[in-house]
């Protein structure tokens, strides 16, 4: 059974920088992609970034292009969303997700980290 574990988010000042770290568990994902998600408060949960596992290639929302940055450690079977200059319209929960490449659908959640930004 896959297991997401999302870790590293906190309490952090507008300008700051911060990782958060997705674990991954339970099976092989060389056939997958890792993707992070977040949901503001009142709001609906948006695609912000991803990474194809065998390839390393990489997406991107528009809205954060260019302040965020996906990655993964495949010895760790860890992917990282590096976010830089947060801002208080980043304040969300942050969700990693799974989906195989010949589907739409992502069909693995993890539990979700909470960043909030303060101004």
């Known amino acids: 059974q896959v297991q997401l574990v999302e870790s590293g988010g906190g309490l952090v000042q507008a300008g700051d920088s911060l990782r958060l770290s997705c674990a991954a568990s339970g099976r092989t994902f060389s056939s997958h992609t890792l993707g992070w998600f977040r949901q503001a408060p009142g709001k609906e949960r948006e695609f912000v970034a991803g990474?194809?596992?065998?390839?390393?290639?990489?997406m991107y929302a528009d809205s954060v292009k260019g302040r965020f940055t996906v990655s993964r450690d495949a010895a760790k079977n860890t992917v990282y969303l590096e976010i830089n200059n947060l801002k208080p319209e980043d304040t969300a929960v942050y969700y990693c997700?799974?989906?195989?490449?010949?589907?739409?659908?992502?069909?693995?959640w993890g539990q979700g980290t909470q960043v909030t930004v303060s101004s």
């Open positions: 990474i194809n596992w065998s390839d390393s290639g990489t």
């Open positions: 997700a799974l989906r195989s490449y010949s589907s739409s659908q992502w069909n693995s």
